[in-house]
């Protein structure tokens, strides 16, 4: 919106940037924000040695255009969105990233891991032979296919053959399709089967893509952990004039003829002709769609059956255990500047489909014994019950359990669609930011 011309305040009653999406740090603060009355042992090291997310998100490379950026988790179609944003923004001038180790699927109590190459499918424990060798046979399909190119179809039509033909094709196994469809794909549910294949098809090779590229996995983390990313932006915004004010409370939206016209904070009122907000500044306007269970798990130790990496991600698909959703976690460490030295931290995450969200995470905690401290929450989720077109509101979505910004990054696209009434154009912002900062070298 700054970029664009528009004059923007932005307001937040926490003392940091980031809102529910934040770093907390020094630790102790954690440990306050749970409710543990004790302090962090002496064991946790120097508490402003933390950044411990309370959102667990990564980021996906898509291989191009990234000298600058090393890191990891985002998808949609052909290139990741998040990136894309961060990219034509330059936001990457103020951020650090650096690749996760490695990525992991879960499968009768065990951990493995995700084969996305042809080398690493015949390699894996995660099939039998003969499966390995269907599966490779899939692989070298997704990697040849051409959507431009109907020779490449095999007798497939992207825009017609469902996903779940697809792998009937190549007599996959469920398990096969399982960690194809969630750990390469990432999707969240099963849906996707009764979709045309062409989107599938291309997140696959995304992934594959984006692994060859940086080797261990195909995503990517800031340095001093996500809280990074709102700073960056905020930096961005500056520049074009954009005003931040931290730790300033929100007491009343001023609404006139059912449109709002300003925030009432402290006595003043900041007037204004859009506004944008997360769902808790505005609870008479958003209804209550699920909620979504998040255990911050610090370790000493990395994750068995990772070969020891310093950073991971392990989703276990639903089918797994017996579940509609499935269970992510994300693990980093102090290699990425978010931990003391030898510490580890893991967050679990997914939807919650029960009354004991708890025992819905379970399978996922034991993965990561022993455990030296862990943080549970059960968030909300909400939505806004109108489109905000009348009243010029305009709430995001929760933060669903996914640890990647596809969502996210939809939702951003879709308040910007609500707000300005075109579509988010990457190409334009990217020409705009070269009026500031000058055009590309190349």
Same mark, same amino acid.
């Given at each position: ?18 809102? =529910? ?68 923004? /330059? ?26 190459? =042809?080398? =690493? ?17 899939? #692989? ?53 089967? =009764? ?33 990074? #990313? ?45 506004? *944008? ?49 499935? *269970? ?29 969200? /708890? ?5 996922? #905690?034991?993965?990561? /014994? ?13 939505? #806004? ?20 910004? /596809? ?7 879709? *308040? ?27």
């Amino acid at each position: 919106m700054s970029v664009n011309g528009k004059k923007v305040l932005h307001m937040d009653r926490n003392p940091y940037y980031g809102g =529910e999406s934040s770093s907390i740090t020094p630790l102790e603060e954690l440990y306050k924000r749970f409710g543990i009355s004790d302090s962090p042992p002496e064991s946790m090291g120097r508490g402003r040695d933390w950044n411990v997310d309370l959102i667990p998100k990564f980021l996906m490379a898509n291989g191009k255009n990234l000298s600058n950026m090393i890191v990891g988790v985002i998808i949609l179609l052909k290139t990741c969105q998040l990136v894309k944003m961060l990219l034509y923004t /330059e936001v990457t001038r103020y951020l650090d990233f650096k690749v996760v180790e490695g990525s992991f699927v879960y499968k009768g109590g065990k951990i493995y891991k995700v084969p996305s190459t =042809e080398t =690493e499918a015949l390699a894996s424990n995660l099939m039998g032979m003969f499966e390995k060798r269907r599966f490779r046979k899939f #692989l070298v399909f997704v990697a040849n296919f051409d959507e431009n190119d109907p020779k490449t179809f095999e007798g497939v039509d992207p825009k017609l053959t469902t996903m779940g033909d697809v792998y009937k094709k190549f007599d996959l196994g469920q398990d096969v399709v399982d960690f194809t469809g969630h750990a390469l794909a990432l999707y969240r549910t099963d849906d996707y089967l =009764e979709q045309p294949c062409l989107e599938t098809i291309n997140r696959i090779k995304l992934y594959s893509e984006s692994l060859a590229r940086y080797g261990k996995s195909p995503y990517l983390y800031p340095l001093y952990g996500l809280g990074e #990313l709102p700073q960056g932006f905020a930096r961005l915004s500056a520049i074009y004039g954009g005003t931040y004010m931290l730790n300033k409370p929100v007491d009343e939206i001023v609404m006139e003829g059912g449109h709002v016209v300003g925030v009432k904070s402290e006595g003043e009122v900041a007037r204004c002709k859009q506004l *944008i907000c997360d769902p808790s500044y505005i609870p008479d306007r958003v209804h209550k769609v699920g909620q979504v269970i998040r255990v911050i798990c610090v370790l000493s130790h990395p994750i068995k059956n990772t070969n020891d990496a310093n950073s991971c991600q392990i989703i276990i698909p639903q089918n797994q255990v017996n579940r509609k959703s499935d *269970i992510y976690v994300c693990m980093i460490s102090y290699a990425h500047n978010v931990a003391a030295q030898g510490k580890y931290i893991a967050i679990a995450s997914t939807t919650v489909e029960t009354s004991d969200p /708890e025992a819905e995470i379970e399978p996922a #905690l034991e993965l990561l /014994e022993p455990i030296d401290q862990k943080f549970v929450a059960i968030s909300d989720m909400y939505e #806004l019950t109108d489109d905000g077109t009348e009243s010029q509101i305009f709430a995001s979505r929760s933060y669903d359990a996914t640890t990647h910004f /596809e969502t996210t990054c939809n939702d951003i696209k879709d *308040i910007y669609k609500r707000m300005t009434g075109s579509d988010f154009d990457f190409e334009n912002m990217k020409r705009k930011q070269n009026d500031v900062f000058g055009e590309d070298e190349q």
